[in-house]
Nanobody, 122 residues
Framework: QVQLVESGGGLVQAGGSLRLSCAAS????????KGWFRQAPGKEREFVAA????????DYADSVKGRFTISRDNAKNTVYLQMNSLKPEDTAVYYC???????????????WGQGTQVTVSS
């Protein structure tokens, strides 16, 4: 079992920045691929960014490319999502996930955090 706890969400004005963190605990948490997904009110959960277990490969949704950066520190069992130039349409609950599958697909993840709210005001 892997437990994931997100933090760093909050309220920010458009154009601002936030950094989300996801701390993993439990069995071999640092060997999983990690991803960030988000779900806005009334919408399905969507892929945001992912990073493989070593940090050598990343993937981003087109909507966040050039604005968001995913990184990880395996010594701390933590993955980060640096979000810059935030837009109101980035408002959502952001979820961290861990798994061994395809890193850009929701089906590739076995463990999910509880989510952290990000609200971007215009």
């Amino acid at each position: 079992q892997v437990q994931l706890v997100e933090s760093g969400g909050g309220l920010v004005q458009a154009g601002g920045s936030l950094r989300l963190s996801c701390a993993a605990s439990g069995r071999a948490g640092s060997y999983y691929n990690k991803g960030w997904f988000r779900q806005a009110p009334g919408k399905e959960r969507e892929f945001v960014a992912a990073i493989n277990w070593s940090g050598g490969s990343t993937d981003y949704a087109d909507s966040v490319k050039g604005r968001f950066t995913i990184s990880r520190d395996n010594a701390k069992n933590t993955v980060y999502l640096q979000m810059n130039s935030l837009k109101p349409e980035d408002t959502a609950v952001y979820y961290c996930a861990a798994g061994y599958g395809l890193i850009s697909k929701e089906q590739g993840y076995d463990y999910w955090g509880q989510g952290t709210q990000v609200t971007v005001s215009s």
